[in-house]
């Protein structure tokens, strides 16, 4: 209750590459705030408002060291089943901190049902963690 979200941004174009690295799966949009540092138990609020009631396909745009498992609510219920974030570990990444930086994206990770109008999705860190998540992406089936 009384702790903020860690977010970061990614950087592109410094003297060591960060999130324009070699050992990017995807290249993620310059300047795009993420959710990091995340551990076990915490969770955070993202605020969508759907325009067309149906079922969603979901993309994820991510980054973690050890891989893990997230789950997402509707309204205070359970959305999704946990789902599972795979490692993007490099062994042949030199940079040991860089590890966080390998992006991917996760395409049709899972399908949603939203209704209409304003619904608060709930993000659960459930195992793992140390996961940076950039942005999920619903796409009307």
Do not use: C
């Amino acid at each position: 209750m009384h702790e903020g979200v860690d977010i970061s941004y990614t950087k592109f174009n410094r003297q060591i590459q960060i999130d324009d690295n070699p050992y990017d799966l995807v290249t993620p949009p310059p300047n795009q705030l993420y959710v990091g540092w995340t551990e076990p138990g915490e969770w955070f609020n993202l605020t969508a408002n759907v325009k067309r009631a149906g079922r969603y396909s979901v993309d994820l745009l991510y980054t973690p060291n050890r891989g893990g498992t997230i789950s997402l609510n509707r309204n205070g219920e359970p959305l999704t089943p946990p789902i599972n974030i795979t490692s993007t570990k490099n062994d042949q990444e030199p940079i040991a901190w860089r590890q966080w930086h390998h992006w991917n994206i996760l395409h049709d990770v899972v399908e949603v049902d939203l209704p209409k109008g304003i619904s608060v999705l709930t993000v659960h860190i459930l195992t793992e963690g140390n996961m940076n998540l950039a942005f999920f992406d619903f796409r009307y089936k």
